[in-house]
């Protein structure tokens, strides 16, 4: 039996987060794809499986030749969609600051296909995420589709994705419409990287970013672009950073004490993006050696790293297991000599998505 960590979260509560909300994803763009040949060329090109026949939104993800992430995205299909156009469409969601790129991927890949590439203006269409409401009081006039969110790894799970009509709610919405910034909290507290500065561009490997445990990667599929790292990693069995949620704190503090979002957290003394995490000694000064992990990002004292799981957490994925020891610490050293204490969060929810995921591929003939 592995030794259970002192620090070991969880779950991490949150008042300051609303418990049922809409929140505009106006960070979020969208780009039509259609024609006789739409299914068949985006299969080749992105990680999940892009049946013809399916008619339900999915998680997926464009790699490059070498196997790392251009762009995380959701493939909107409906049969209303479906219907009117004649034949396979979709919309294609990405961060807003990509959809030019990605237009440029889609074209540079089109040859001869016949598919029609067009990108939607933000006032014609939009995405919304809820939370703390039931699917069936989304509904209304605007809606064109909706997605139960397939990334979080917490209890529960982690809300609807609505793809509308417009760039507003109607009046009359079931839930309070709130700032985007709720939305990135709570993707934050439940470990859920999203865009290209959480899951960098052509760096970022998929299941570093837990793209495979967010149902984002089918590994039964044929071949795409990016596909033989991807599936030679699958088939080692070791993924030994993940995307993890983590807490800031003090170094008057126990890492018991970081317990929940704190949004009042000094914006001064959260870490630079790519920071290295390493772990503290008896002092509380910064170890040498190789970094734990690298700092993304935070809202409040609560944020995403990229953790050595075998050194940040007691997880062991790997026969040989890691340096991790029970009480470790770990910490960002800033420009002015300061230590800021980090601990990462591995929630139940997380283990288990993990173990499923792994428990599958190796029944799989």
Not at 18 to 30: E, I, V, Y
Not at 87 to 115: F, N, P
């Amino acid at each position: 039996t592995l030794p259970s960590r002192r620090s070991y979260a969880t779950e991490i509560p949150s008042s300051e987060v609303a418990s049922s909300a809409f929140a505009p994803l106006l960070h979020r763009r969208l780009i039509s794809l259609s024609g006789p040949d739409a299914s068949k060329f985006l299969q080749g090109l992105v990680t999940n499986n892009v049946d013809p026949e399916r008619q339900i939104p999915f998680y997926a993800a464009f790699l490059d030749a070498r196997g790392r992430v251009l762009w995380d995205v959701f493939i909107w299909v409906c049969p209303e969609l479906v219907a009117k156009e004649g034949s396979w469409t979709c919309y294609i969601e990405v961060d807003g600051g990509e959809a030019e790129a990605l237009v440029r991927h889609l074209r540079r890949h089109k040859l001869r296909s016949k598919v029609t590439i067009t990108p939607i203006e933000e006032t014609d269409m939009s995405v919304w995420a809820a939370w703390g409401v039931q699917p069936d009081r989304l509904h209304s006039e605007q809606l064109i589709a909706l997605l139960p969110d397939p990334r979080g790894f917490s209890s529960g799970d982690f809300g609807t994705r609505c793809l509308i009509k417009g760039n507003s709610m109607p009046p009359d919405a079931p839930v309070p419409i709130v700032d985007t910034r709720q939305y990135h909290a709570r993707r934050y507290l439940a470990g859920i990287p999203e865009g290209p500065l959480e899951i960098p561009r052509e760096s970022a490997l998929p299941m570093e970013s837990n793209i495979d445990l967010s149902q984002g990667i089918d590994f039964r599929k044929g071949c795409y672009l990016g596909q033989e790292l991807t599936i030679r990693t699958k088939h080692t069995g070791v993924v030994r950073k993940r995307i993890l949620p983590i807490q800031l704190y003090n170094s008057n503090q126990s890492p018991d004490a970081a317990s929940a979002l704190d949004t009042n957290w000094p914006s001064d003394r959260i870490p630079e993006d790519g920071a290295d995490i390493k772990q503290l000694d008896e002092n509380g000064c910064i170890k040498k050696g190789r970094a734990a992990g690298k700092f993304i990002s935070a809202i409040g004292n609560v944020g995403l790293a990229l953790c050595r799981l075998e050194m940040m957490t007691s997880m062991r994925v790997s026969a040989e297991g890691g340096s991790w020891t029970p009480g470790a610490e770990f910490g960002i050293q800033r420009g002015d000599g300061e230590v800021v204490r980090v601990k990462a969060v591995v929630t139940q929810g997380f283990r288990e998505r993990e173990r499923d995921v792994w428990d599958k591929a190796r029944t799989r003939v």
